[in-house]
């Protein structure tokens, strides 16, 4: 793995905004950043990266079904007991699972360290999925990247596929977002773009639309009943609606399902460590009250249960300042992570976000960012697999 400097296509910013990809930058500076490029070899794609991230996500089913079966723990990831009932049934259901992102660290060399799972509402899947994609074929045809090289991203594919498998043809989906929002926007709109061409019929809804008819049936601002709704707003957040009550009593079907709500929480890091200890993949983690002792002596991070973007993060080491992100999260508890450091080029820290689709990895993302907390202004750096090494 290596990180290589490349010309920029030209006019590449009128062709994002033509495309929709209209927050490339932001706040002056570039969220976009094709001046390099992290080149792979097929090797590291599957065995380092790949592998792993089909094998975590066996372990988050099998961590899942544990939780559901012990409220217990239901309680110790903070989340509600009005919904413990409802989120099981979900699982047992086996209410489909659309996407979701494992974020890791990892410098070429050896097993990519999970960081954590976006389990409900992952953002960069326009950026990895189609953006990337096209700056890959652009550059082939430029001569930029060589004839053959390829990029670990079948994304786009794997989402039409899926809602293909998911639903009949013609079946009405509704898609949510905040309102004024544009990068929750575009994801959205490029999933709507994805549920069109699997044959199905999108429709928008504003989360601050959704209401409730006289049935207790959730409805859009048309007045039309929704039957199943994909939502880009976290479940913690749901619970804490105003229509929250309705949740575990409305018709409805929801995407990410509610079972996501466990899977969407960093208590799963202490959990995951406790049911595979000392598995590559896994940092060593703990609740925060009740780490060892010691632990608090070595390096660590600390993050709240639910938090997004970064926010809220503590970096903790010995030898140096403590590094803290701001935020509002870390009301109903925290973890702590053994620290790992990411890989770095130059002055730069990198993370990889590495993609499911159902049960299928199928794509990477690349953030960047001069701090060693990656957020919401980190730069997406795209990637290619140099098929001659």
């Given at each position: 793995?290596?990180?290589?400097?490349?010309?920029?296509?030209?006019g590449?910013?009128?062709?994002?905004?033509k495309?929709?990809?209209?927050?490339?930058?932001?706040?002056?500076?570039?969220?976009?950043?094709?001046?390099?490029?992290?080149?792979?070899?097929?090797?590291q794609?599957?065995?380092?990266?790949?592998?792993?991230?089909?094998?975590?996500w066996?372990?988050?089913?099998?961590?899942?079904?544990?939780?559901?079966?012990d409220?217990?723990?239901?309680?110790?990831?903070?989340?509600?007991?009005?919904?413990?009932?409802?989120?099981?049934?979900?699982?047992?259901r086996?209410?489909?699972?659309?996407?979701?992102?494992?974020?890791?660290?990892y410098?070429?060399?050896?097993p990519a360290?999970?960081?954590?799972?976006?389990?409900?509402?992952?953002?960069?899947?326009y950026e990895?999925?189609?953006?990337?994609?096209?700056?890959?074929?652009?550059?082939?045809?430029?001569g930029?990247?060589?004839?053959?090289?390829?990029?670990?991203?079948?994304?786009?594919?794997?989402?039409?596929?899926?809602?293909?498998?998911?639903?009949?043809p013609?079946?009405?989906?509704?898609?949510?977002?905040?309102?004024?929002?544009?990068?929750?926007?575009a994801t959205?709109?490029?999933?709507?773009?994805?549920?069109?061409?699997?044959g199905?019929?999108?429709?928008?809804?504003?989360?601050?639309?959704?209401?409730?008819?006289?049935?207790?049936?959730f409805?859009?601002?048309?007045?039309?009943?929704?039957?199943?709704?994909f939502?880009?707003?976290?479940?913690?957040?749901?619970?804490?609606?105003?229509?929250g009550?309705a949740?575990?009593?409305a018709?409805?079907?929801?995407?990410?399902?509610?079972?996501?709500?466990?899977?969407?929480?960093?208590?799963?890091?202490?959990?995951?460590?406790?049911m595979f200890?000392?598995?590559p993949?896994?940092?060593?983690?703990?609740?925060?009250?009740?780490?060892p002792?010691?632990?608090?002596?070595?390096?660590?991070?600390?993050?709240?249960?639910?938090?997004?973007?970064?926010?809220?993060?503590?970096?903790?080491?010995p030898d140096?300042?403590v590094?803290?992100?701001?935020?509002?999260?870390g009301?109903?508890?925290?973890?702590?992570?053994?620290?790992?450091?990411?890989?770095?080029?130059?002055r730069?820290?990198?993370?990889?976000?590495?993609?499911?689709?159902?049960?299928?990895?199928?794509g990477?993302?690349?953030?960047?960012?001069k701090?060693?907390?990656?957020?919401?202004?980190?730069?997406?750096?795209?990637?290619?697999?140099?098929?001659?090494?």
């Open positions: 793995m290596r990180r290589i400097d490349l010309p920029e296509r030209p590449w910013q009128t062709l994002a905004e495309l929709g990809f209209g927050f490339h930058s932001m706040y002056g500076a570039p969220y976009w950043d094709e001046t390099r490029a992290y080149c792979f070899t097929l090797e794609i599957e065995n380092d990266l790949e592998d792993p991230t089909t094998e975590l066996q372990m988050c089913l099998e961590l899942v079904a544990h939780v559901v079966a409220p217990a723990l239901m309680h110790r990831l903070a989340i509600p007991e009005p919904f413990h009932q409802w989120i099981a049934e979900s699982w047992r086996g209410d489909p699972t659309l996407y979701g992102r494992f974020d890791f660290h410098d070429g060399t050896g360290k999970m960081l954590e799972f976006n389990a409900d509402t992952p953002t960069a899947l990895t999925g189609f953006f990337q994609w096209i700056w890959l074929e652009q550059q082939i045809q430029a930029v990247l060589p004839e053959g090289a390829d990029q670990f991203n079948s994304v786009q594919d794997a989402l039409i596929t899926r809602l293909q498998k998911v639903f009949a013609g079946y009405h989906l509704h898609f949510a977002s905040v309102k004024d929002h544009e990068e929750e926007r959205v709109l490029y999933l709507e773009d994805c549920a069109k061409q699997a199905l019929v999108p429709k928008f809804v504003a989360m601050e639309d959704i209401g409730l008819d006289h049935q207790g049936r409805a859009d601002s048309d007045n039309i009943v929704i039957d199943t709704i939502k880009l707003y976290p479940w913690e957040d749901m619970f804490r609606e105003q229509f009550p949740l575990p009593f018709p409805q079907r929801w995407i990410e399902p509610p079972w996501k709500a466990i899977l969407s929480n960093k208590g799963i890091l202490p959990l995951l460590w406790e200890p000392n598995h993949n896994l940092l060593p983690s703990w609740f925060a009250d009740n780490a002792d010691g632990v608090t002596s070595m390096a660590y991070v600390e993050k709240p249960l639910f938090s997004r973007e970064g926010a809220n993060i503590k970096v903790v080491r140096k300042p590094l803290e992100t701001e935020g509002q999260y009301a109903e508890g925290s973890i702590l992570q053994q620290y790992w450091p990411a890989a770095k080029f130059d730069d820290h990198m993370m990889i976000g590495s993609w499911l689709i159902g049960d299928t990895a199928c990477l993302c690349i953030r960047e960012d701090a060693e907390v990656t957020q919401d202004l980190s730069r997406f750096v795209p990637h290619f697999i140099n098929t001659a090494t």
